[in-house]
């Protein structure tokens, strides 16, 4: 069993229903996309409810899109949601929604990257869901410079009815869609060179995929829908599965891309489970969509899962599968490594020019911590506000061979309240501090010690230059 399912699921079977294997389920989520309360047009088409039925990467302009669909037979409308990609944390808030559109399929969103960080969108064409369009996203509007591109036909035998396009493989090489054969439970994926496809123009595509690959063995009537397809260019994954808790497992396969050969098949997909118990009531659980994404700079098999109830709000869960404790690192071209991340969050960036090397943390609870030769043996650490010893009283600043030639402070803390400070003047009704406190005047050679009280008032002259 590959890295990546092994890791993906509790329960692991072979199709021909052999022996079950108990292995561990390691995952992490990588996105939490929230959308924005009070929109009036998410609002008009969904009242509470969130159905997203897909979601796609633009690693290079770091957003998020989602598709959502109101799944309503008598007025279908569908939104395209984008959100930013990094952030502190999982969560991740919309960054722009379109207008609700009857041009959108029901599932299925890809993302195909141009040169000059352009980019182009693609879904199921509502029209035909039989087809593909591929438009320039509008904040606020529909489907722009929209194009048709025709993947399979009822003529030859497929359900019209269901959505067919899953998204783009690793690197945009290819195209994915599946279809369902009318009349018998097979269902079809087939992939498209990209570029040439493209160069060819919109039209009719049917019979120009070079990869046809039966992945019947992911779907059964109302209890196994596929619900995506996805592509490292080696080998194609689908995941399938109704939703909630009480239905039958998720499923999940791997096909060779080469012969089409079934070289895997979970029937127990448990990512985002124990995630979905813990949102709303606790009733709702259900795959939406599979994409390859780099996280830690290692491309992954990520998974969404819609989850939480019909009474609130559901939440959509972007999950990365096999995730490793690597960094991945930006770097941009005016000499400013930008990020860091870990499992797809942000955690600090370096800035370096001619005047200064700067490490910045991100969040109240990552410190930059300086330690000895020992990477484990951390001695201090820059938090904010100051810098610390890790453990008290354990470290020192400077030594008798290593001391400071000056140190500049303008208040020594000695107890909570209580130090030594100066003040250029006497520092009655000036200076608030602690009883015990002492303060220099550094103007008239001074010395005063705080007597009484914690407020400005309280001070007492002790001492002061003959």
Known sequence: MSEVLAQAFIEEKSYSAQTVTQIESRYAPIA?????????????????????QYFAADEVNRFWYTIHDNDIEELPQTIITRYPMDGTGVDRVQDAVSAPSSEFGHQGIGLESL??????????????QLAAIRFDFVPGGGAANKEQYVLFKGLDGFNSGVSCFDGLSLGGKYLIAHAKKVGV????????????????????????????????????????????????????FGVSGGNGFSVAPRRMSKHSISDGALMEFNSNVMVGSVEALSDGSGISYEPEGLQFVHVNGVPRLCLGVRSGSSLIPSVFRIHAIGVTNDLDVNINTTGVISRFRRLGTQIGSIFVNSAAFCFRATGPTVNLRLGTNDLD??????????????????QLIGQSARSLLEVWSKFFMLAPGVGMTWNAGPPEGVVAMSPGSICVDTINGQIYVKKTGVTASGWKLVAQAA
């Open 32 to 52: 939490n996309l929230i959308r924005v309360a009070g929109d009036s047009d998410y609002n008009t088409l969904y009242g509470v409810a969130r159905e997203v």
């Open 115 to 128: 040169p000059g960080n352009a980019t182009k969108l693609w879904c199921t064409d509502r029209s035909n």
């Open 185 to 236: 439970n097979t269902v079809v994926c087939r992939m498209w060179e990209l570029a040439k496809m493209v160069s060819a123009g919109p039209g009719d595509h049917s019979n120009s995929y070079v990869h046809e690959i039966d992945v019947s063995v992911l779907y059964t009537p109302s209890l196994y829908p596929v619900q995506g397809l996805a592509s490292d260019n080696t080998s194609v």
């Open 377 to 394: 043996q951390w001695e201090i650490e820059a938090v904010k506000g100051g810098l610390r010893p890790m453990s008290s009283l354990t």
